[in-house]
T-cell receptor, first 114, second 110 residues
Framework: ETGVTQSPTHLIKTRGQQVTLRCSSQ?????VSWYQQALGQGPQFIFQ???????GRGNFPPRFSGLQFPNYSSELNVNALELDDSALYLC?????????????FGPGTRLTVL | AQRVTQPEKLLSVFKGAPVELKCNYS??????LFWYVQYSRQRLQLLLR??SRESIKGFTADLNKGETSFHLKKPFAQEEDSAMYYC????????????FGGGTRVLVKP
């Protein structure tokens, strides 16, 4: 069983640009959650997808959007990048969306916005 | 809104000494509490959850609803326990979407 993978590892963008981050969940995991982790802080929940439908959203603006595909991959898209979007972006996959469903985290994508 | 507070950014203890990481939460409903750990150059992983009432790597955590706390304890710290620890809160109505605390870095000195 392979773990959760994310690409790219690092990314540098400038303000106003758009970015797409990718995540490959563990096989069989129907749920993927995305978190933003600013430097020195804990992860903050962005949104969750279950069976390709959004299943909850944190306090993030609409310029943060996502997609989940049938092949257990997913994307996080951020439009009109701002300096404060610089952070580590984590995805986590789980079998389902119940509290007992353990989330397995990827290594993260570090985004720097200049 | 739910909130998780970890008051200590850094805990430094000697090997063999007890270690306690504090976690306080604010949530009016019935919480699900977790501790996650991130070892150096590794990814974030679940250490334990309150509903399992288990001890993992010698760590235990008790949910105290009266004090809204979920402190993590280990009686005898080991050097391999050096890591970043995050307390996280889930709401039963919100599935496994988590609210994390700011984290505590534990350094176990030989």
């Amino acid at each position: 069983e392979t773990g959760v993978t994310q690409s790219p590892t690092h990314l540098i963008k400038t303000r106003g640009q758009q970015v797409t981050l990718r995540c490959s969940s563990q096989s069989g995991h129907n749920t993927v959650s995305w978190y933003q982790q600013a430097l020195g802080q804990g992860p903050q929940f962005i949104f969750q997808y279950y069976r390709e439908e959004e299943n909850g959203r944190g306090n993030f603006p609409p310029r943060f959007s996502g997609l989940q595909f049938p092949n257990y991959s997913s994307e996080l898209n951020v439009n009109a990048l701002e300096l404060d979007d610089s952070a580590l972006y984590l995805c986590a996959s789980s079998l389902g969306s119940n509290p007992t469903d353990t989330q397995y985290f990827g290594p993260g994508t570090r985004l720097t916005v200049l | 809104a739910q909130r998780v507070t970890q008051p200590e950014k850094l805990l430094s203890v000697f090997k063999g000494a007890p270690v306690e990481l504090k976690c306080n939460y604010s949530y009016s409903g019935s919480p699900e509490l977790f501790w996650y750990v991130q070892y150096s150059r590794q990814r974030l992983q679940l250490l334990l959850r309150h509903i399992s009432r288990e001890s993992i790597k010698g760590f235990t955590a008790d949910l105290n609803k009266g004090e809204t706390s979920f402190h993590l304890k280990k009686p005898f710290a080991q050097e391999e326990d050096s890591a970043m620890y995050y307390c996280a809160l889930g709401r039963q109505a919100a599935g496994n979407k988590l609210t994390f605390g700011g984290g505590t870095r534990v350094l176990v000195k030989p």
